[in-house]
């Protein structure tokens, strides 16, 4: 199992909750099938399918979220409503006003709803207590957000941080674009550069080498780096955002090599995520270094509800 995506946050070294409290506190909160009149149901799910929903190894714990969805398009639902309403417009000689079409709607819905196919989805969380990190395998904020909602709902006690770092990770790339890597890391060949100005103006390099003049000029010109293709100590490879997310990480051969061959699936699951956690634990805390340090911390309570950055 490896993320492909992480949103990370900060939990404060206060936060020392114990792993079989923890562990209690999931339970409390499973994943239910959806009922009858129910879009959708989160709940915690076992992170490799077996009846544990807490995973530790080496002090790293992995946790996730299932969501089930039922699929019921709008489309559908707007369709089957219309046919209806004509049916009732020719025996009634004349057309549903604008509320009696709200309300069939919903009533179609709720007929339609229990004979919904159902889809399910799973949300990997890293959590490291030691360290203070907790990562999410999310492409975007709201996703994380969902995760995050759903921690606060499920702990007693649930202080995650934002992280704030001197620099913005806008400037930092620019820096690097126009000058050199920080230490330990390796710009790679693809970048998405955006103009300031209303008209947003956007320019995107893939597989195409950034040390040129162009790039420069393009700097130059008033547009910031939103994302950069950047790799860690020869390990990892990722983009880099202007959201401070990391997105397309790619653990290399030289930490995949460390896996041993067999056919011990729980054996090969663990190790992977030692691996990628262990990589996590080097990763954060240099690139917070290159990004100026961290800022003091923002409590997320404050601000639930909101993107978290």
Not at 40 to 69: H, Y
Not at 137 to 166: G, I, M, N
Not at 214 to 240: M, Y
Request: proline fraction near 5%.
């Amino acid at each position: 199992m490896w993320f492909r995506n992480l949103q990370f946050y900060r939990l404060p070294a206060g936060w020392d909750i114990a792993l079989t409290e923890f562990e209690a506190q999931l339970a409390a909160r499973p994943l239910q099938p959806c009922g009858n009149q129910d879009m959708e149901s989160r709940g915690w799910v076992s992170p490799r399918d077996d009846d544990a929903l807490l995973r530790a190894v080496d002090r790293q714990w992995l946790i996730a979220l299932g969501v089930e969805s039922r699929l019921l398009p709008s489309s559908v639902v707007r369709q089957e409503a219309d046919e209806r309403a004509a049916g009732l417009a020719e025996k009634q000689g004349f057309r549903l006003g604008r509320k009696q079409m709200r309300d069939l709607r919903e009533q179609v819905m709720q007929e339609l709803l229990p004979r919904a196919f159902t889809r399910r989805r799973r949300t990997w969380v890293w959590i490291d207590p030691i360290g203070g990190w907790l990562g999410i395998d999310a492409s975007s904020q709201a996703r994380a957000e969902e995760v995050l909602e759903f921690l606060r709902d499920t702990l007693d006690h649930f202080p995650l941080a934002l992280l704030r770092t001197e620099l913005s990770p806008a400037s930092a790339m620019t820096g690097w674009l126009a000058g050199e890597a920080p230490a330990n890391f390796t710009v790679d060949q693809d970048c998405e550069l955006r103009s300031v100005s209303e008209e947003k103006a956007t320019v995107r390099y893939a597989h195409h080498p950034l040390d040129g003049g162009e790039i420069k000029d393009h700097l130059a010109g008033g547009k910031l780096p939103t994302r950069l293709a950047l790799t860690f100590n020869d390990r990892v490879s990722f983009v880099l955002t202007d959201k401070l997310e990391l997105k397309r990480l790619d653990f290399l051969d030289v930490v995949r090599e460390n896996l041993v061959d067999g056919d011990d699936a729980e054996a090969l699951f663990d190790a992977e995520f030692a691996l990628m956690s262990g990589e996590f634990q080097r990763l954060l805390p240099a690139l917070v270094e290159a990004l100026g340090g961290e800022q003091a911390t923002e409590s997320l309570a404050a601000t639930s509800g909101n993107p978290p950055f």
